[in-house]
């Protein structure tokens, strides 16, 4: 008679671990095709296997062999739960002994333990500044029947609330994530913002560490977000720190680093002790707060700012301080500033020349464009408006001159216009809107004044005018009876270039006015500039 033993290998496995093997032994080879009960015990119950571990009994041996074989494989039953036993015991047979020392044979099953990993949601592991949220997925191997709480530890060179916000997790550096029951994940999220400064690429590590019914799952213990950065660096410059006024516009140059892909609005201030409307103008739109936009595929964009010839004033340079304002957009580089100073044109070279009452020379300084009050009385107002003297790459010289001249009485009004560059335009006076021919005179005896116009040929200087090359061609008397008498000379110069190219053919003339005045009632004071001499 047979005696008939059992064993098991391995005698331990895990949930999912793979084939058990549980051999039967017998010490002959008789009987033939020997047939052996056994019996089931144990708290593991047949979902815990692929197959019904009752359907393995009797088992058979082959012919004459001595062992034969049966093989279980326990499964991942996604219950947290104790180590659980599978027994399979000999029973008692007609034809054959059960062994006393190997009668039966135990499995233990190990509860399977899931693993855990943890990963960034984006290709290449990094993100640029002020981009959008990115999601970081812890996940476990296998969902079970109990929520997995994993701990994390947050390291790395970015800094949090500055260089990045958490959602979903707290901020502090050692923090968990909880996956629910019955699911194999859970995520949180972190968003890169834009700090504005130029620190260099940056990182966010996140490292899982053992917790209660959590296993590491390798390689994916830690991730590793890198922040780049991004921020663009915004400087100004300028293509002249000094301009005359009314010398044209100069030029500031806005210029970023980095990336051109889109539009970036840069922030200007603008300042300065110039006044806004007044002493310049500029493509910007006010004083103070202004924006200028880099346009997508451009690394810098121009503003300009362009000195006035402003009202009559003996003033100091202004200036005009442009600076970038910071933004959330990108920093501020060097320069962040730059100052143009305005210098006053009004120096006194060359500006009109008049002799006064009683023989006192003035020289009046002012800004062309602009008209100023030469004389103020009920009776007669004095006005001249002001040009620019020029050369041939048309820029200024010698300061401004009086181009025309109007006395308003109570009924008329007289104009007197010096005419223009070209031979052809030689000036003129007008009364009331009709032109004078030149040894014409008219009287008007509501208001007792006389104008007359004639040919006249001396040169300025002879007459006590400034200007050595300067030729009187023609003069005006404009005389209020018994209070005042005003003489303009019609001044010509030709050997001042302007355009080269008919300057050749002298055919081109600087044309201004000067004048005499005299004050026939020594009993009145006017205002204005002749004024301080009546």
Same mark, same amino acid.
């Given at each position: 008679?047979?005696?008939?033993? %059992?064993?098991?290998?391995?005698?331990?496995?895990?949930?999912?671990?793979?084939?058990?093997?549980?051999?039967?032994?017998?010490?002959?080879?008789?009987?033939?095709?020997?047939?052996?009960?056994?019996?089931?015990?144990?708290?593991?119950?047949?979902?815990? #296997?692929?197959?019904?571990?009752?359907?393995?009994?009797?088992?058979? =041996?082959?012919?004459?062999?001595?062992?034969?074989?049966?093989?279980?494989?326990?499964?991942?039953?996604?219950?947290?739960?104790?180590?659980?036993?599978?027994?399979?015991?000999?029973?008692?047979?007609? $034809?054959?002994?059960?062994?006393?020392?190997?009668?039966?044979?135990?499995?233990?099953?190990?509860?399977?333990?899931?693993?855990?990993?943890?990963?960034?949601?984006? /290709?290449?592991?990094?993100?640029?500044?002020? &981009?959008? /949220?990115?999601?970081?997925?812890?996940?476990?191997? =296998?969902?079970?029947?109990?929520?997995?709480?994993?701990?994390?530890?947050?390291?790395?060179?970015?800094?949090?609330?500055?260089?990045?916000?958490?959602?979903?997790?707290?901020?502090?550096?050692?923090?968990?994530?909880?996956?629910?029951?019955?699911?194999?994940?859970?995520? =949180?999220?972190?968003?890169?913002?834009?700090? $504005?400064?130029?620190?260099?690429?940056? +990182?966010?590590? #996140? +490292?899982?560490?053992?917790?209660?019914?959590? $296993?590491?799952?390798?390689?994916?213990?830690?991730?590793?977000?890198?922040?780049?950065?991004?921020?663009?660096?915004?400087?100004?410059? %300028?293509? &002249?720190?000094?301009?005359?006024?009314?010398?044209?516009?100069?030029? =500031?140059?806005?210029?970023?680093?980095?990336?051109?892909?889109?539009?970036?609005?840069?922030?200007?201030?603008?300042?300065? &002790?110039?006044?806004?409307?007044?002493?310049?103008?500029?493509?910007?739109?006010?004083?103070?707060?202004?924006?200028?936009?880099?346009?997508?595929?451009? *690394?810098?964009?121009?503003?300009?700012?362009?000195?006035?010839?402003?009202?009559?004033?003996?003033?100091?340079?202004?200036?005009?301080?442009?600076?970038? *304002? /910071?933004?959330?957009?990108?920093?501020?580089?060097?320069?962040?500033?730059?100052?143009?100073?305005?210098? $006053?044109?009004?120096?006194?070279?060359?500006?009109?020349? !008049?002799?006064? #009452?009683?023989?006192?020379? #003035?020289?009046?300084?002012?800004?062309?464009?602009?008209?100023?009050?030469?004389?103020?009385?009920?009776?007669?107002?004095?006005?001249?408006?002001?040009?620019?003297?020029?050369?041939?790459?048309?820029?200024?010289?010698?300061?401004?001159? !009086? !181009?025309? !001249?109007?006395?308003?009485?109570?009924?008329?009004?007289?104009?007197?216009?010096?005419?223009?560059?070209?031979?052809?335009?030689?000036?003129?006076?007008?009364?009331?809107?009709?032109?004078?021919?030149?040894?014409?005179?008219?009287?008007?005896?509501?208001?007792?004044?006389?104008?007359?116009?004639?040919?006249?040929?001396?040169?300025?200087?002879?007459?006590?005018?400034?200007?050595?090359?300067?030729?009187?061609?023609?003069?005006?008397?404009?005389?209020?009876?018994?209070?005042?008498?005003?003489?303009?000379?019609?001044?010509?110069?030709?050997?001042?270039?302007?355009?080269?190219?008919?300057? &050749?053919?002298?055919?081109?003339?600087?044309?201004?006015?000067?004048?005499?005045?005299?004050?026939?009632?020594?009993?009145?004071?006017?205002?204005?500039?002749?004024?301080?001499?009546?």
């Amino acid at each position: 008679t047979p005696t008939v033993s %059992i064993s098991v290998s391995p005698v331990s496995q895990a949930e999912g671990g793979g084939v058990v093997t549980f051999t039967l032994t017998r010490d002959v080879g008789t009987p033939s095709g020997l047939v052996v009960n056994l019996a089931t015990s144990g708290s593991a119950s047949a979902a815990d #296997f692929e197959s019904n571990p009752l359907s393995l009994t009797p088992v058979t =041996f082959s012919g004459s062999d001595l062992t034969t074989t049966f093989t279980i494989t326990p499964v991942v039953d996604a219950l947290s739960e104790s180590d659980e036993t599978l027994t399979f015991t000999i029973s008692t047979g007609s $034809n054959y002994a059960v062994s006393s020392s190997s009668e039966s044979a135990t499995l233990t099953i190990t509860d399977l333990v899931p693993q855990v990993g943890i990963e960034y949601e984006i /290709p290449g592991g990094s993100v640029a500044e002020g &981009s959008g /949220p990115v999601t970081i997925t812890v996940s476990r191997s =296998f969902a079970t029947d109990v929520e997995a709480i994993v701990n994390l530890d947050r390291s790395g060179s970015a800094t949090v609330d500055e260089d990045f916000t958490l959602s979903g997790i707290t901020t502090d550096p050692s923090t968990s994530i909880t996956i629910p029951a019955n699911q194999i994940s859970a995520t =949180f999220t972190l968003t890169p913002l834009r700090d $504005n400064k130029v620190d260099g690429d940056q +990182t966010v590590i #996140f +490292t899982i560490y053992t917790g209660p019914i959590i $296993n590491k799952r390798a390689p994916s213990t830690s991730a590793t977000l890198t922040i780049t950065d991004t921020t663009p660096v915004v400087s100004i410059a %300028i293509n &002249s720190a000094s301009r005359l006024e009314g010398g044209g516009s100069v030029t =500031f140059t806005i210029t970023r680093t980095g990336d051109t892909t889109s539009d970036l609005d840069v922030l200007i201030d603008l300042a300065g &002790s110039a006044t806004f409307g007044v002493d310049y103008t500029s493509t910007l739109s006010q004083f103070g707060s202004n924006t200028v936009t880099i346009l997508s595929g451009f *690394s810098s964009t121009d503003f300009t700012v362009t000195p006035s010839t402003d009202s009559f004033t003996s003033e100091t340079t202004e200036t005009v301080i442009a600076t970038i *304002s /910071p933004s959330v957009s990108y920093a501020v580089g060097s320069p962040s500033s730059q100052t143009l100073s305005i210098t $006053n044109d009004a120096s006194g070279a060359g500006d009109p020349h !008049m002799v006064g #009452f009683h023989g006192q020379r #003035f020289d009046l300084i002012g800004r062309p464009g602009k008209t100023y009050n030469i004389l103020s009385d009920p009776l007669l107002q004095v006005n001249t408006l002001l040009g620019m003297q020029k050369t041939s790459d048309h820029s200024y010289i010698g300061g401004p001159v !009086m !181009m025309q !001249m109007a006395f308003l009485t109570s009924n008329h009004t007289v104009l007197v216009n010096a005419g223009g560059y070209f031979v052809d335009d030689l000036g003129f006076v007008s009364v009331d809107g009709m032109f004078l021919n030149r040894g014409t005179s008219v009287l008007f005896k509501d208001d007792k004044l006389s104008v007359s116009f004639s040919d006249f040929s001396s040169s300025a200087k002879d007459l006590g005018l400034i200007g050595d090359n300067d030729k009187v061609v023609a003069k005006a008397k404009i005389t209020l009876e018994g209070l005042y008498e005003f003489t303009v000379f019609f001044i010509q110069n030709h050997h001042s270039p302007y355009h080269p190219e008919i300057e &050749s053919t002298s055919k081109y003339y600087r044309r201004f006015l000067d004048f005499n005045a005299s004050l026939l009632d020594h009993d009145r004071r006017p205002h204005g500039v002749l004024g301080q001499t009546a």
